[in-house]
């Protein structure tokens, strides 16, 4: 049976994004060698970070004066990177959710937070508009998706300060205008590669503000100055990282991206919409286009198991809603097909006539 991968992360990659990176374990450019085998300061390995950081700087427009990054720890990391390195007496959070919640406390490690709004006395099911930024801040950090309550901001903000985003779950899924920002940071395993690798796109001049000693792996600095090599960089995710971006690439971009995922979206809201045993979660306007999230209608709460097993039974895969949202979440990141959307579309409709 055909499987349907709507896994929240690590997610669904294009099969051959995954072909190609395999291959690439087996032998590394008919050197004989895997992937896992060489140094990453290999003259054949300094291309594949080359020509990764060109494409992303490519597609995203990126303008001169950033750097891009190829970093461990995950996003969770850049939680406390981020402070270090830009929080020098004041920052502002939109908390839209648990990972915001998670960036907050570390920030508060380094200096005073001012929590401009949340939306959680709603269970993170819209995203805050009714707030202004203050101006004496050094950053304001948003999440642009919340991965978990699917609430998404896809417009860049206008603010009177520098922004930084964490857009580990939409990123490379539209354009961005990334001279809003002093740092875009975004862990791969949702939309870039597989998980292993962060991305951290920084305003060099932004950088070194703080009065502090930062280690040095936690100081972008020297990662910007070695260009992702001070130690050894997470290989294999970045070559996959490579793979992504040329199909992405070759898929038309990210505007491509973005209108993809607006189709998709669209089908699969549609039908929540329309049927009958299912509602959204979000308020419409606030509706992520990269995790779909729905729960049963009240007066069927009782279905919602015996959806999960005749959804999975048709082959869906990752469906189940985050425990903290319950019900269902549809993951649609850029790997996402039609055919997908269409085939969960098609058990929400069959389940619908059995009830
Ligand atoms: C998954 C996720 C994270 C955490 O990423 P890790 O790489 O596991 O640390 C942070 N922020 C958002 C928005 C996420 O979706």
Request: charged residues 25%.
């Amino acid at each position: 049976m055909k499987k349907y991968n709507f896994n929240a992360g690590p997610s669904m990659l294009p099969r051959e994004v995954i072909e190609n990176t395999a291959k690439q374990c087996l032998d590394f450019n008919g050197s004989g060698l895997s992937l896992m085998e060489i140094s990453h300061r290999a003259k054949d390995f300094q291309p594949v970070v080359d020509e990764a950081v060109a494409l992303i700087k490519e597609l995203l427009q990126i303008p001169d004066g950033y750097s891009v990054l190829f970093l461990g720890g995950g996003a969770s990391l850049e939680f406390c990177m981020v402070p270090y390195n830009f929080l020098a007496h004041k920052a502002a959070y939109l908390n839209t959710g648990t990972w915001a919640k998670k960036a907050i406390k570390e920030a508060k490690l380094f200096g005073e937070v001012v929590e401009v709004a949340s939306s959680a006395e709603a269970n993170y099911t819209y995203i805050p508009k009714d707030w202004t930024c203050p101006t004496d801040v050094d950053y304001l950090h948003i999440t642009t998706n919340n991965t978990i309550y699917g609430t998404e901001m896809r417009k860049d903000l206008d603010v009177p300060v520098r922004l930084i985003a964490d857009m580990s779950s939409d990123i490379f899924s539209r354009p961005v205008d990334v001279a809003k920002y002093d740092c875009i940071y975004a862990g791969a395993q949702k939309n870039l590669s597989m998980a292993g690798v962060t991305l951290v796109i920084v305003k060099d001049d932004a950088l070194g503000k703080p009065d502090r000693k930062i280690p040095t792996m936690l100081d972008y600095r020297t990662h910007v100055e070695k260009g992702s090599m001070f130690n050894t960089p997470p290989v294999v995710p970045i070559y996959c990282a490579l793979e992504n971006l040329r199909w992405i690439k070759k898929n038309g971009g990210v505007e491509a991206m973005d209108q993809r995922a607006r189709e998709r979206a669209e089908i699969l809201y549609a039908e929540i919409d329309r049927n009958k045993l299912f509602r959204g979660t979000v308020k419409e306007e606030d509706r992520s286009v990269m995790n779909i999230c729905f729960v049963m209608n009240d007066e069927y709460a009782d279905l919602e198991k015996p959806f999960l097993e005749y959804a999975t039974g048709k082959g869906m895969v990752g469906i189940k809603g985050h425990r903290s949202v319950g019900g269902f979440r549809a993951s649609c990141y850029n790997a996402q097909t039609i055919e997908g959307v269409n085939a969960l579309v098609a058990c929400m409709k069959e389940f619908e006539a059995q009830h």
